[in-house]
């Protein structure tokens, strides 16, 4: 399977309250509950606990190793609830997809959504559970109303909302070249299924069509974050390993060789680099880097100093927090001394 995600803090929201884990065969959704104390709190404990629960189960039937999953997200939520005075009564939503071959299994709670696109087809396969649901099901309200109800942003159920939960749990048969959307309400609040199934179909790469719904969704005003995961199940059957023609073994030595030289360069470059940044606050000299590569930071602070970067003009404090490069890190003590005496004068 393929497999891209994206997330946006949006327009108006000052934090992101929405956190995303996408390693296949696991796909997480979580939306900390809007309005409620430590949202983002609750949406980081909820997916990871989720995450960790389900990725080390073996050999289990998959839906109950998923009800196992948001159970103890919910239990775990529950709990740094309690702990916390600042995070009492903090919630999140979560959407969940365990890929099993060509099946999908999955968990949700809450108002983020999962989505099926198949051929023309697009299709909303989660159940949404908020008031304004609850209202179209009793036929109270159209879908239409739905959108602009007063109270469209009221939950029902949610991990951390009660000690008991219950999730909603099932499977889905898939056929090669299905999509799965997973989506926050910042989204499917904003832009309609149409619009949704639109970009994705008229953008073929993953991340560009999760670039564009982000996007998209701006574009009407982004009132909330926006967090989206595309998955794809790939055609065809198991990967046919190829022979290799002798002939090509020399280009395979050559081009191994070649990327020797360009990691062995690359290591003498990042150990000659240096940098100013901030560090807790204060501002530092980075010998390598300002990046990071498969979770790995490629620099390392060298010193910290006493200057405070709240103290410095807000254009150093802008350049700072996108890294200054330096040539040298005599040149980088020198560039903090002229700070500190700048602060004492």
């Given at each position: 399977m393929k497999y891209a995600s994206a997330t946006?803090?949006?327009?108006?929201?000052?934090?992101?309250?929405?956190?995303?884990?996408?390693?296949?065969?696991?796909?997480i959704l979580a939306d900390g509950m809007g309005g409620h104390k430590a949202g983002d709190v609750a949406s980081k404990i909820a997916a990871q606990t989720a995450?960790?629960?389900?990725?080390?189960?073996?050999?289990?039937?998959?839906?109950?190793?998923?009800?196992?999953?948001?159970?103890?997200?919910?239990?775990?939520v529950v709990e740094k609830s309690l702990q916390v005075k600042a995070q009492n009564g903090m919630g999140s939503t979560l959407t969940m997809v365990l890929i099993e071959g060509l099946r999908a299994h999955i968990a949700n709670i809450g108002d983020s959504r999962t989505y099926l696109l198949r051929g023309g087809k697009f299709r909303q396969i989660t159940e949404d559970h908020s008031l304004v649901a609850q209202m179209v099901k009793e036929g109270?309200?159209?879908?239409?109303?739905?959108?602009?109800?007063?109270?469209?942003?009221?939950?029902?159920?949610?991990?951390?909302?009660?000690?008991?939960?219950?999730?909603?749990?099932?499977?889905?048969?898939l056929l090669p070249a299905d999509r799965l959307l997973l989506a926050s309400d910042g989204l499917t609040g904003v832009l309609k299924d149409?619009?949704?199934?639109?970009?994705?179909?008229?953008?073929?790469?993953?991340?560009?069509?999760?670039?564009?719904?982000?996007?998209?969704?701006?574009?009407?005003g982004g009132p909330d974050n926006i967090s989206v995961i595309l998955v794809e199940i790939e055609k065809g059957g198991p990967?046919?390993?190829?022979?290799?023609?002798?002939?090509?073994?020399?280009?395979?030595?050559?081009?191994?060789?070649?990327?020797?030289?360009?990691?062995?360069?690359?290591?003498?470059?990042?150990?000659?680099?240096?940098y100013l940044g901030a560090n807790k606050r204060k501002v530092a000299l980075y010998r390598g880097w300002p990046y990071q590569v498969l979770g790995f930071n490629l620099s390392k602070v060298k010193y910290t100093s006493d200057v405070a970067i709240e103290k410095l003009d807000p254009a150093?404090?802008?350049?700072?927090?996108?890294?200054?490069?330096?040539?040298?890190?005599?040149?980088?003590?020198?560039?903090?001394?002229?700070?500190?005496?700048?602060?004492?004068?």
């Open positions: 946006d803090v949006g327009l108006v929201r000052q934090e992101n309250e929405d956190y995303l884990i996408a390693k296949a065969p696991i796909f995450f960790k629960v389900a990725s080390a189960a073996t050999g289990e039937d998959k839906l109950a190793v998923l009800k196992k999953a948001v159970e103890a997200a919910n239990k775990k109270k309200i159209t879908d239409k109303e739905a959108r602009k109800h007063p109270y469209r942003n009221v939950i029902t159920r949610a991990v951390g909302s009660e000690p008991n939960i219950h999730v909603d749990l099932f499977s889905h048969e149409s619009q949704i199934k639109k970009i994705i179909v008229e953008n073929g790469e993953l991340n560009q069509a999760c670039e564009q719904l982000i996007k998209a969704a701006n574009a009407k990967v046919q390993k190829k022979k290799t023609p002798k002939y090509k073994f020399l280009g395979a030595v050559l081009g191994l060789v070649a990327l020797t030289t360009l990691l062995l360069a690359g290591v003498y470059l990042n150990k000659n680099s240096y150093m404090k802008r350049r700072l927090r996108r890294s200054i490069n330096v040539k040298s890190q005599k040149d980088g003590l020198e560039a903090i001394r002229d700070m500190e005496e700048e602060e004492l004068n």
